[in-house]
């Protein structure tokens, strides 16, 4: 079935416009939209979707207003840009590596946004929004240390994902260095911490999340068309005019800067930014990067775990983190096979 068809604008310039990956975007966007409402309604007071419709329009009671735009619509806001941010960022590396285990969790931006906050804990006892900063400050100086290190006259897929798995390796004996070294109370607040959990989240939490997707979405959507020719090789790019490392870098910062900041926000949520990309390529069956699909993706996959870990085990609530650890460390060695089978590993 054809599903490219070509779109002429007003001032005559012809657009290809891939009519599956664009049915499935707008589909992964009423998911996420969807499985939003149905958490807001879900909690030790239940309200129907109709109800939280209602409430978000403004028509809903006190008690119902208190409770969805005060308590739990922060919390799925947070979820869904948490989310996004992740599936976009592990789409952007895996692009630019031009390796499906070229994602956040595999290179090591994770673990080095949790020894940053694990340093402000440990060390200083920091406060919450301190916790944040630090973990952003320990993503951003891991992701420096990753280019740096992969930098041989430029940077290029399997170098970048071992240097990054040796970082990764590196940051994590850290990690647990600094936990040794702490009192119960810190340890256990790290650890809790570590988990990646959307508890107790809040509007300090949606607003600078919202605004850093406003800055960098437009940013990294504008150079999606240069990404896609660089997946054919930095010759190819070079020689169909596109600044392959400017390009490069740039999108790197704009990966790390998304991942650094939902860690921020969330803790280290496992494995989102590695399943996102993957899960929707396979359904939009596109090549090139997938970025608003991949950022659609990780939006349903985190507020549908989070659903997940609220009602699955009862009165027993786990952290969202968990889920997505245990389902995401299936994909991944789903995928060590997949990729062993075809001879690419």
């Known amino acids: 079935m054809k599903t490219n068809r070509a779109v002429r604008t007003p001032g005559g310039l012809s657009v290809r416009l891939d009519v599956r990956a664009l049915t499935v975007v707008v589909l992964l966007l009423l998911a996420a939209l969807t499985a939003g409402v149905v958490l807001i309604g879900t909690g030790d007071f239940p309200i129907s979707a109709a109800d939280v419709l209602r409430t978000l329009a403004g028509e809903g009671d006190a008690g119902q207003e208190f409770i969805v735009t005060e308590l739990r619509?922060?919390?799925?806001?947070?979820?869904?840009?948490?989310?996004?941010?992740?599936?976009?960022?592990?789409?952007l590396f895996q692009s630019i590596s031009r390796n499906p285990l070229g994602s956040p969790d595999v290179l090591g931006l994770g673990q080095g946004a949790t020894a940053g906050a694990l340093t402000v804990i440990v060390l200083f006892g920091g406060t919450a929004n301190q916790v944040a900063l630090g973990a952003l400050a320990g993503g951003l100086v891991t992701g420096t240390a990753i280019y740096l290190l992969a930098w041989k006259r430029g940077v290029h897929g399997y170098r970048l994902v071992l240097v990054g798995i040796g970082v990764s390796a590196i940051v994590t004996a850290v990690n647990g260095y600094l936990l040794t070294k702490s009192d119960i109370v810190d340890a256990a607040r790290a650890v809790v911490w570590m988990t990646g959990s959307l508890d107790g989240r809040d509007w300090d939490q949606v607003w600078p999340l919202l605004a850093l997707s406003a800055v960098l979405l437009p940013l990294v959507l504008a150079n999606s068309r240069a990404l896609g020719m660089m997946e054919m090789g930095d010759d190819v790019s070079y020689a169909l005019g596109v600044r392959?490392?400017?390009?490069?870098?740039?999108?790197?910062?704009?990966?790390?800067?998304?991942?650094?900041?939902?860690?921020?926000?969330?803790?280290?949520?496992?494995?989102?930014?590695?399943?996102?990309?993957?899960?929707?390529?396979?359904?939009?069956?596109?090549?090139?990067?997938?970025?608003?699909?991949?950022?659609?993706?990780?939006?349903?996959?985190?507020?549908?775990?989070?659903?997940?870990?609220?009602?699955?085990?009862?009165?027993?609530?786990?952290?969202?983190?968990?889920?997505?650890?245990?389902?995401?460390?299936?994909?991944?060695?789903?995928?060590?096979?997949?990729?062993?089978?075809?001879?690419?590993?």
């Open 73 to 91: 619509l922060p919390r799925v806001l947070v979820g869904l840009l948490v989310g996004a941010s992740l599936g976009l960022g592990g789409a």
């Open 244 to 345: 392959v490392e400017r390009v490069r870098l740039l999108l790197m910062l704009s990966a790390v800067l998304l991942t650094a900041s939902a860690t921020a926000a969330a803790g280290p949520v496992s494995f989102v930014a590695l399943t996102a990309p993957q899960l929707a390529r396979r359904l939009t069956r596109s090549p090139g990067p997938n970025l608003a699909a991949s950022l659609c993706m990780g939006a349903a996959l985190l507020v549908t775990a989070d659903w997940v870990s609220q009602r699955a085990f009862g009165a027993e609530q786990l952290p969202v983190g968990v889920v997505t650890g245990v389902l995401g460390g299936v994909y991944l060695l789903w995928l060590l096979v997949t990729e062993r089978r075809a001879g690419r590993i």
